[in-house]
């Protein structure tokens, strides 16, 4: 069910970016009564967000061969017209070559914001904040249909150690630094649409400067923390047979059974992997905005993905282009993990007795493991017979 509606918010977002309304084109201008040059029409078509093909300017920037430098005066007397230079510094196809260095300098214009604001404003802030607020009412739902999981005949009384001090220091540290990257985040990705009017302006420049800070700092604790976890419970996490038994029986949510499994059960992995792997596309694509224009990563992707999947994503990106990409991927695999997290807590919380313990103080109840991990106690309790740790 989590991962039908998941498919369904992930579906909507990825219809949205490859077929958005502003790509559709705009019609054929007669552009005769302006020798070439852009009608009225051109601009009126840009502003209603329509594909203008942009060539008969684009391609028309003078000859460089002829041009004069762009030191010397301009006009209709130098190498180039006035109107094609300014067509170059439009197109950034005039040479800008000054004492001033730096990868984005030589852009002077470029005319990508629109389509990120809008989608960042738009799309990205109703489907994340959607999915977030959907499927935590599911869970509600969830709950009332269901209710707590229980210890089936209740708690034995007996304890077993579950997670080491380490493992739950390790975990924290993620979980603790994701919630607050998760505050923080949307604190500056919705603040200006919903806290501007509740708090007003000069109270939320001061809590997005904060916010901004705070997000920027603690994401190191939580990159930290996605290794660790990762050192600590990957060679449990490897997919066998076991799991697929599980995931048939859908972890015996429904049937009130107790299918078998070692340390952590198929949907502990599916939580498991799906944090290390957006964890870690979270964490380039936000090294990417921490260092702007240092670490590009969307033209070499993209690459990539056209040679292997026969795609046609655009590979020359203007450095501005990069982190408009990152700063859009990160939000969105943000909120992906942030509607798997939720999940994650629920079951980790209100959803299952006895389970809380296992991070709370590393104890479980011996009869809450037999029912969940059954394999895993045996094997514990193999060891500890032989005076092993695990
Ligand atoms: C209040 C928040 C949270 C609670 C109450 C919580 C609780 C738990 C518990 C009880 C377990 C152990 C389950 C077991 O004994 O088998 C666990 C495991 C785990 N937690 Fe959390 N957690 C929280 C937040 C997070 C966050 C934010 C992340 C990652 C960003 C995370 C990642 C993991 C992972 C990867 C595991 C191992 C796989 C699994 O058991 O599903 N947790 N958590």
């Known amino acids: 069910m989590n991962f039908k509606i998941f498919g369904a918010v992930v579906f909507a977002l990825t219809t949205l970016m490859l077929n958005p309304a502003w790509a559709q084109d705009a019609p054929e201008v007669d552009r005769t009564s302006t020798g070439g040059a852009q009608t009225l029409e051109d601009i009126m078509a840009r502003q209603k967000q329509l594909e203008v093909d942009e ?9 460089p061969a002829n041009a004069a430098p762009i030191s010397e005066q301009l006009g209709t007397l130098g190498g180039r017209s006035q109107a094609d230079s300014w067509r170059g510094v439009r ?3 005039i040479d800008l070559s000054t004492e001033v260095s730096g990868p984005a300098v030589d852009v002077l214009i470029q005319d990508g914001g629109m389509p990120w604001y809008q989608l960042r404003e738009g799309p990205v802030i109703t489907y994340g904040g959607g999915a977030i607020l959907g499927f935590v009412l599911l869970l509600v739902v969830f709950y009332f249909i269901r209710g707590k999981i229980r210890i089936d005949g209740g708690p034995s009384g007996t304890k077993i150690e579950r997670f080491k001090a380490i493992e739950r220091f390790g975990h924290w540290l993620l979980a603790g630094s994701f919630i607050a990257l998760a505050l923080t985040g949307l604190i500056t990705l919705m603040g200006r649409s919903f806290l501007i009017p509740v708090i007003g302006q000069e109270a939320f420049s001061t809590l997005a400067v904060g916010s901004k800070w705070l997000h920027n700092n603690i994401a190191w604790a939580f ?11 990957v060679a449990h996490n490897i997919p066998n047979k076991l799991d697929w038994q599980w995931l048939k029986a859908g972890g015996g949510i429904f049937t009130n059974s107790h299918p078998s499994s070692k340390k952590f059960n198929a949907g502990q992995k599916i939580v498991f992997w799906t944090v290390m792997i957006l964890g870690l596309s979270v964490s380039l694509s936000g090294l990417s905005l921490l260092f702007p224009f240092e670490m590009p ?3 070499g992707t993209f690459e990539v993905m056209n040679s292997i999947l026969g795609t046609d994503f655009p590979t020359a990106l203007a450095p501005h282009e990069e982190m408009q990409y990152a700063n859009l991927w990160h939000s969105i695999i943000a909120f992906a993990m942030m509607v798997a997290i939720i999940a994650h807590i629920y079951i980790g919380t209100v959803g299952m007795e006895g389970a809380f313990d296992a991070m709370g103080n590393g104890q479980v109840d011996l009869e809450w493991a037999r029912q969940h991990h059954d394999l895993w106690v045996e094997e514990r309790l193999g060891k500890q017979d032989k005076g092993e740790s695990s």
């Open 91 to 93: 197109y950034n196809e």
């Open 297 to 299: 990563m969307f033209a």
């Open 223 to 233: 990159m930290l923390g996605l290794v660790m976890t990762f050192v600590m419970w």
């Open 55 to 63: 060539s008969f300017r684009s391609e028309n920037t003078g000859d």
